[in-house]
């Protein structure tokens, strides 16, 4: 079972949206998207921003996400890189 449940990791990544505003993230799918995401980056060899010793990519990657270490953008903001 995943600590903090999605519920949680939605409430703190959408925390910083304006009243009326579109949130973040709608789905849960979101959620692992990001995560695994951040996983596979420190898989790839980026710093943990969290305390790692001993956990596994994904649960730092949460932990990341739960502490707001990590943020994550919708695609029109994001940057095209070629």
Same mark, same amino acid.
């Given at each position: 079972?995943?600590?903090? &449940?999605?519920? #949680?990791?939605?409430?703190?990544? $959408? &925390?910083?949206?304006?009243?009326?505003?579109?949130?973040?993230? $709608? &789905? *849960?799918?979101? +959620?692992?998207?990001?995560? &695994?995401?951040?996983? *596979?980056?420190?898989? =790839? =060899?980026? #710093? @943990?921003?969290?305390?790692? *010793? =001993?956990?596994?990519?994904?649960?730092? @990657?949460?932990?990341?996400? $739960?502490? =707001?270490?990590?943020? +994550?953008?919708? #695609?029109?903001?994001?940057?095209?890189?070629?």
């Amino acid at each position: 079972m995943l600590h903090p &449940s999605y519920t #949680d990791l939605m409430k703190v990544v $959408n &925390s910083e949206v304006e009243v009326g505003e579109h949130p973040v993230v $709608n &789905s *849960r799918y979101s +959620i692992v998207l990001a995560t &695994s995401k951040r996983a *596979r980056q420190i898989i =790839g =060899g980026e #710093d @943990a921003l969290v305390d790692s *010793r =001993g956990k596994k990519p994904l649960s730092i @990657a949460v932990e990341e996400l $739960n502490s =707001g270490m990590v943020k +994550i953008v919708g #695609d029109e903001d994001t940057e095209t890189k070629y």
